[in-house]
T-cell receptor, first 110, second 115 residues
Framework: KNEVEQSPQNLTAQEGEFITINCSYS?????LHWLQQHPGGGIVSLFM???GKKKHGRLIATINIQEKHSSLHITASHPRDSAVYIC????????????FGEGTQLTVNP | GAGVSQSPRYKVTKRGQDVALRCDPI?????LYWYRQALGQGPEFLTY????????KSGLPNDRFSAERPEGSISTLTIQRTEQRDSAMYRC?????????????FGEGSRLTVL
């Protein structure tokens, strides 16, 4: 079993739909990152969370430390949101090791 | 430079050859990380530097892999006696703070193909 699991693995939506991507982890963490990987391969950091909720534009990230679960939401989705979204956790015990999920491939159709 | 720069962008080598991959982080960034990513998979942690100190190398798969950051800036990941299973995208990321306390900035990666 992977320490970080994302669901769904693949997601197809119509433009304008509300998107939710989930991340569950099994280890104690000190922080969680949501990353976006573009079709060309570049990776961009979206959020770093240690508690609560963060919002940036149409993106919202939440984390529940007790339940070891985080969600990434996209409101009013757009074709340009099509990318792979990766959840990564900083393990509490290691202090520096970041463990990644396998990613969620999102396709938003016009 | 404005972002994290990696070179070469593409490297094709024959099995058994040594390769060196370079990462030039954002100026002033304290932390530097190396990852690798096989096709269709998420990134896999390799090693972490805080300035010039290699504080975590637990992700290096075996002793053919080594990394250095002698002056706390540019880093080199070296793979000796390459094998086909080493083929992957090797990514570097830097952060202005220590150990993931802040935002990560990723380079475009170096795609290694071992024939």
């Amino acid at each position: 079993k992977n320490e970080v699991e994302q669901s769904p693995q693949n997601l197809t939506a119509q433009e304008g739909e509300f998107i939710t991507i989930n991340c569950s982890y099994s280890v104690g963490i000190s922080a969680l990152h949501w990353l976006q990987q573009h079709p060309g391969g570049g990776i961009v950091s979206l959020f770093m969370l240690s508690s609560g909720k963060k919002k940036h534009g149409r993106l919202i990230a939440t984390i529940n430390i007790q339940e070891k679960h985080s969600s990434l939401h996209i409101t009013a989705s757009h074709p340009r949101d099509s990318a792979v979204y990766i959840c990564a956790v900083l393990e509490e015990t290691s202090g520096s090791r970041l463990t990644f999920g396998e990613g969620t491939q999102l396709t938003v159709n016009p | 430079g404005a972002g994290v720069s990696q070179s070469p962008r593409y490297k094709v080598t024959k099995r058994g050859q040594d390769v060196a991959l370079r990462c030039d982080p954002i100026s002033g960034h304290v932390s530097l990380y190396w990852y690798r990513q096989a096709l269709g998979q998420g990134p896999e942690f390799l090693t972490y530097f805080n300035y010039e100190a290699q504080q975590d190398k637990s992700g290096l798969p075996n002793d053919r892999f080594s990394a250095e950051r002698p002056e706390g800036s540019i880093s080199t990941l070296t793979i000796q006696r390459t094998e086909q299973r080493d083929s992957a995208m090797y990514r570097c990321a830097s952060s202005p703070t220590r150990a993931y306390a802040g935002e990560l900035f990723f380079g475009e990666g170096s795609r290694l193909t071992v024939l």
